[in-house]
Nanobody, 118 residues
């Protein structure tokens, strides 16, 4: 089992940047495919970005392509989401997610709030 601690959220003006982090503990980090999801008030949780176990493959939601960058440091057991050119519609609670390559089990962080003011 893996424990996820997401952090780095805050209040930022439109056009600004934030970097989210997801620190993990427990099983070997490289056995997990990782991703970021977000949930805005009154809306369903949605996919933001994905990164493969070795960081060679990434995918992004169309709404964040070209603005957000997902990365992982397997030596530090940590995943990141660099968010640039933030928009008010990016306001949400951001959750990191890990899926085990071995078992298929999914794990979630508790979330970190990102608020983008106009």
């Amino acid at each position: 089992q893996v424990q996820l601690v997401d952090s780095g959220g805050g209040l930022v003006q439109a056009g600004g940047s934030l970097r989210l982090s997801c620190a993990t503990s427990g099983r070997t980090f490289t056995t997990y495919m990782m991703g970021w999801f977000r949930q805005a008030p009154g809306k369903a949780r949605e996919f933001v970005a994905y990164i493969s176990r070795l960081g060679l493959v990434t995918h992004y939601a169309d709404s964040v392509k070209g603005r957000f960058t997902i990365a992982r440091d397997n030596g530090k057991n940590t995943m990141y989401l660099q968010m640039n050119s933030l928009k008010p519609e990016d306001t949400a609670v951001y959750y990191c997610s890990a899926q085990s390559f071995e078992s298929g089990m999914n794990y979630w962080g508790k979330g970190t709030l990102v608020t983008v003011s106009a």
